[in-house]
């Protein structure tokens, strides 16, 4: 593989240091460099620097003209539900008109809708589908996603969605958890089943487990006793909560040492407290909040309060249909509070961290992945400021153009 030089870009930002994840003030530093170049050897970054103090290269080098281009970190997704079959374009239609999400949830739409066409599908479906997603993804400049499974609620839907999630390049997470389905007669005889027939190869194929704590879905007990059999099977642990109601989320996370806890637009005073005191990320999805007409996260008290955050898209057909994560930036400067550096440190180092990867993700740096997403912009905060715009105009992954 030749080298690959990025050069004569605007300006190349990153997150500085080598820290994650970033807490507090350090969520905004940023290594800011004008007029500058990054050299990529094989799938790694060699070198970022200033134009002027480029040597000459030896060897094969293949050169990408990035004048009037700013460079950012490839922006990893930390959370996304990317296997599903079919949409719900009509629910949203109903929506608009007025019902809410728990009542069509209740009423045995939503999510279970989803996992009706997810099971449909059939594997091939579901590969293509999420291989979709994925093109999508790096479209809007996401080089890296974690999806979840959690539309297939049987055993072979669930294992499908995983090596699906897998086979695109993402990084699956077991959400086995995610809602009961009509075949088990309630949430703790449908968890009998999942921890006997399904925990063990999904433990095989997944990196986390995730859970729907919320009422209407599992519990804090059930979440315990999942999360618990899941980390004896060697998963990191995630959880949905907060997202309408705080029903123990995050005394959960924290108590069993979670990587992340994801939603949080019901967090209150004590819990932010709790979340800022302890290693778990708070993961914010303003997209879904905004799809779904609920209040904000409260990001700018969480950041104050010396919490660790991730941004996400929630990618999914229900509650976000939208995959960009520049929009996302949008909302948290717009709605969340964030300045566009906190915004990208939230969505590169920090949503690094959540999959574990933060030693080689979300930095420009020596030594780190060689996966950079360009703008077509004068300044590379257009990330944020140019809402819905065409901004990202070229991705390059594992040292190699994208597109
Ligand atoms: O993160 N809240 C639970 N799960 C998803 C939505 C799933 C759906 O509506 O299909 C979420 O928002
Ligand atoms: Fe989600």
Redesign the pocket.
């Known amino acids: 593989m030749p080298k690959l030089l990025l050069r004569d870009l605007r300006q190349v930002v990153s997150p500085s240091g080598r820290d994650a994840p970033l807490r507090g003030r350090a969520l905004g530093d940023l290594d800011w460099i004008d007029d500058g170049y990054i050299l990529c050897d094989g799938d790694r970054i060699a070198e970022v620097g200033r134009m002027r103090d480029l040597a000459p290269l030896g060897g094969e080098v293949e050169e990408l003209n990035g004048r009037g281009r700013c460079a950012i970190p490839g922006l990893v997704d930390c959370?996304t539900?990317a296997a599903?079959g079919g949409d719900?374009v009509d629910e949203f239609s109903l929506r608009a008109a007025g019902a809410s999400?728990e009542e069509l949830?209740a009423a045995g739409g939503?999510?279970l809708a989803?996992v009706a066409a997810t099971r449909a599908a059939g594997e091939a479906g579901l590969s293509r589908a999420v291989e979709r997603h994925r093109g999508w993804m790096l479209r809007a400049g996401t080089t890296t996603f974690e999806a979840k499974s959690?539309?297939g609620l049987d055993r072979d839907t669930e294992l499908a969605s995983l090596r699906a999630i897998a086979a695109a390049g993402g990084i699956p997470t077991w959400?086995g958890a995610?809602a009961v389905p009509p075949e088990h007669e309630d949430g703790d005889a449908y968890l009998d089943f999942l921890l006997a027939e399904v925990l063990p190869d999904a433990a095989e194929l997944a990196e986390a487990a995730d859970v729907?704590l919320?009422r209407g879905?599992f519990d804090a007990n059930q979440a315990r006793r999942y999360l618990e059999a899941c980390r004896a099977a060697g998963l990191a642990l995630r959880l949905?909560g907060d997202?309408f109601t705080e029903a123990g989320a995050i005394p959960l996370a924290v108590e069993l040492g979670a990587r992340s806890v994801?939603?949080l637009e019901a967090t209150g005073t004590a819990g932010a407290r709790t979340l800022a005191e302890s290693d778990v990320v708070g993961v914010l999805?303003p997209v879904?909040a905004l799809f779904?007409d609920r209040p904000m996260p409260p990001a700018r008290t969480l950041v104050d309060a010396g919490a660790a955050v991730a941004l996400a898209t929630?990618f999914?057909?229900?509650?976000?249909f939208c995959e960009s994560l520049p929009l996302v930036c949008s909302l948290a400067a717009t709605q969340l509070g964030l300045s566009p550096a906190e915004a990208l440190g939230a969505c590169t180092v920090n949503a690094a961290h959540v999959l574990g990867r933060a030693d080689r993700l979300g930095r420009l740096a020596a030594g780190y992945a060689a996966d950079v997403t360009l703008l077509d912009a004068p300044d590379w905060r257009y990330l944020a400021y140019h809402l819905g715009g065409p901004v990202v105009s070229g991705v390059v992954k594992d040292g190699a153009v994208a597109w």
Do not use: M
């Open positions: 959370h539900h599903f719900r999400y949830h939503g999510i989803t959690g539309y959400l995610h729907f919320e879905a949905h997202q994801d939603h999805l879904s779904l929630d999914n057909p229900g509650s976000a």
